[in-house]
């Protein structure tokens, strides 16, 4: 749970421009990757984590231009990319101008659990982690490079002239 703005500010930075890259790497022709045809596609996945912005961030009284949680999935990975680019930077700005160290304490109803705000911001990260090592390995299966996130990717370790560890 983070407990100052500054804190949240550093992790979310690394974390969005991370996501980012993953979502610029995705191809029009990709984002119908499934692992299975029951399950959710590589565009779905991507989307799901656009839309729980305005979802949950709307629960805690903070406004997203441009999309809401119904807005219908596109199927241009660019229009996707952008808005990720679009959410993310209004979540960042609405935190840093809006909100104080003392917000992060307040409680709300999320899903019909009472959490701090600072565990909500917790929480979405957290979120959108777990469905980007998703996306990655659907990313895989689809034939995209996917860029390194914690480090290097397989293929980032050729460009720094090092052999990849061995699986």
């Known amino acids: 749970m983070y ?8 992790t979310y ?12 790497a995705l191809t029009d022709a990709s984002l119908k990757q499934a692992v299975v045809s029951d399950h959710r596609t ?37 229009e ?8 993310s930077s ?5 935190i840093r101008t809006q ?16 959490w701090k705000l600072g565990l909500m911001l917790d929480i ?4 959108e982690v777990h469905h980007r090592g998703q996306m990655t390995v659907l990313m895989r299966q689809a034939g995209l490079k996917v860029p390194g996130v914690y480090g290097p990717a397989k293929e980032e370790w050729a460009g720094m002239g090092m052999n990849p560890p061995e699986v």
């Open 3 to 10: 407990t100052t703005i500054a804190d949240f500010a550093e």
């Open 42 to 78: 590589l565009g779905r996945m991507a989307w799901h984590i656009i839309t729980t912005y305005p979802e949950m961030g709307g629960n805690a009284e903070l406004k997203f231009t441009g999309i809401s949680d119904k807005t219908p999935l596109p199927t241009s990975a660019a």
């Open 99 to 114: 909100w104080s160290d003392a917000k992060l304490a307040e409680e709300k109803d999320f899903y019909g659990m009472m």
């Open 80 to 87: 996707i990319a952008k808005a990720y680019r679009s959410v």
């Open 13 to 24: 930075k690394h974390e969005a421009a991370s996501t980012q890259k993953l979502l610029d």
């Open 124 to 127: 979405l990260v957290r979120h």
């Open 90 to 94: 209004q979540l960042a700005d609405q």
